[in-house]
């Protein structure tokens, strides 16, 4: 039986990887920077609508005066 060499498949070539396309290191990057940009924040906002030292919260009215 003769059997035509197209009908099989070439392994002998292996596809080659181009690597990590350059726009995903900006990605990366561009992400961290928002990352470590909202940890600021959060941290930066974080005092807002607390009363320290602890002498002064007993003192804090907490609900509004009864008329």
Request: aromatic share 8%.
């Amino acid at each position: 039986m003769i059997i035509r060499d197209d009908e099989f498949m070439d392994f002998n070539k292996v596809p080659e990887s181009r690597g990590i396309p350059t726009a995903l290191y900006r990605v990366a990057v561009v992400g961290l920077l928002v990352i470590f940009a909202i940890g600021g924040a959060v941290c930066m906002m974080s005092g807002y609508g607390h009363h320290w030292p602890s002498d002064k919260t007993l003192r804090v009215q907490l609900n509004n005066p009864a008329p």
